[in-house]
């Protein structure tokens, strides 16, 4: 059974920084494309950033120079780290990992990120 366990998301102020986790259990996670995703009430979904397990990564457009993702594959966890954090950042942070070939894939249950004064 595959599970995908995000955590690290709360409440922070404009300006300040949060490192959310997600642990992987129940596929071989080395071999994963690890993603996070983000959506906002009465938004679409958004990708936020991709690390493939060869190392190849993307950002979205609102995490390009702010955020950081990274893998730790002995862990079998995902890491974002997110920083000068807005309002706008405000969402629910899900956590996904897709198949490189078949690209099945599967979510976590998210962790809420409020950023607000």
């Known amino acids: 059974q595959v599970q995908l366990v995000e955590s690290g998301g709360g409440l922070v102020q404009p300006g300040g920084s949060l490192r959310l986790s997600c642990a992987a259990s129940?596929?071989?996670?080395?071999?994963?494309?690890m993603g996070w995703y983000r959506q906002a009430p009465g938004k679409q979904r958004e990708l936020v950033a991709r690390?493939?397990?060869?190392?190849?990564?993307y950002y979205g457009d609102s995490a390009k120079g702010r955020f950081t993702i990274s893998r730790d594959n002995a862990k079998s966890t995902v890491y974002l780290q997110m920083n000068s954090l807005t309002p706008e950042d405000t969402a629910g942070y899900y956590c996904?990992?897709?198949?490189?070939?078949?690209?099945?894939?599967?979510w976590g249950q998210g962790t809420q990120v409020t950023v607000s004064s």
């Open positions: 996904n990992a897709a198949h490189p070939i078949t690209m099945r894939d599967y």
């Open positions: 129940g596929i071989i996670f080395n071999y994963y494309t």
């Open positions: 690390l493939t397990g060869s190392g190849s990564l």
